[in-house]
């Protein structure tokens, strides 16, 4: 009973490098959702897809891009690495009925130095 | 844009006491979700309680119940007989019904329990 799993859960980038942070779920959601939690903070949304072939910027897209051409999976790409985007990050999904919860994976530790 | 507002960064609560985390937010809708979140150090966010603005009827489950004030636009959470393993940090949450269904985080409280 997988759900949300995220891999790697820990990484050091150095700046300028580039790399993808994977998600994939198994419970067959329609909607999944990349969050960037700062330390002290609350998460922040950073893009968000509906379904497969359909994505959307959320709060803070710059940096990042992402892609969804399958249900299961929504990666999420760092371009060109900068301090900054050193965070926690989470991938979450949802069922398709609006009175359902986010599950969320287990989250990606990133450091950019 | 909706927002979300905790107040208190940091809380105690004495072990089998009853605590009291704040939240409000910020919208002009007529239809949306609350939730709170619970994240342990171990970084998972877990769910703990999610309230209709439909409902009138406050949500409870078990230990946790919500005071939803939605003319104030206030969702407090209330932890009954605390334990040790309720130390966390926690997160109010808001979903709106438009597209996407995002959630809006509050910026956590963290709450110590002492034994």
């Known amino acids: 009973n997988a759900g949300v799993t995220q891999t790697p859960k820990f990484r050091i980038l150095k700046i300028g490098q580039s790399m993808t942070l994977q998600c994939t779920q198994d419970?067959?959601?329609?909607?999944m959702y990349w969050y960037r939690q700062d330390p002290g903070m609350g998460l922040k949304l950073i893009y968000y897809?509906?379904?497969?072939?359909?994505?959307d910027k959320g709060e803070v897209p710059n940096g990042y891009n992402v892609s969804r051409s399958t249900t299961e999976d929504f990666p999420l790409r760092l371009e060109l690495a900068a301090p900054s985007q050193t965070s926690v990050y989470f991938c979450?999904?949802?069922?398709?009925?609006?009175?359902?919860?986010?599950?969320f994976g287990d989250g990606t530790r990133l450091s950019i130095l | 844009a909706q927002t979300v507002t905790q107040s208190q960064p940091e809380m105690s609560v004495q072990e089998a006491e009853t605590v009291t985390l704040s939240c409000t937010y910020d919208?002009?809708?007529?239809?949306?979700?609350l939730f709170w979140y619970k994240q342990p150090p171990s970084r998972q966010m877990i769910l703990v309680i999610r309230?209709?603005?439909?409902?009138?009827q406050n949500a409870t489950e078990n230990r946790f119940s919500v005071n939803f004030q939605k003319a104030a636009k206030s969702f407090s959470l209330k932890i009954s007989d605390s334990q040790l393993g309720d130390a966390a940090m926690y997160f109010c949450?808001?979903?709106?019904?438009?597209?996407?269904?995002?959630?809006?985080f509050g910026a956590g409280t963290i709450l110590r329990v002492k034994s």
């Open positions: 309230q209709e603005a439909y409902k009138q």
């Open positions: 919208t002009s809708e007529s239809d949306y979700y």
């Open positions: 949450a808001y979903r709106s019904l438009e597209y996407g269904n995002k959630l809006v």
């Open positions: 419970m067959n959601h329609n909607y």
């Open positions: 897809s509906v379904g497969a072939g359909i994505t």
């Open positions: 979450a999904t949802r069922q398709g009925y609006s009175n359902q919860p986010q599950h």
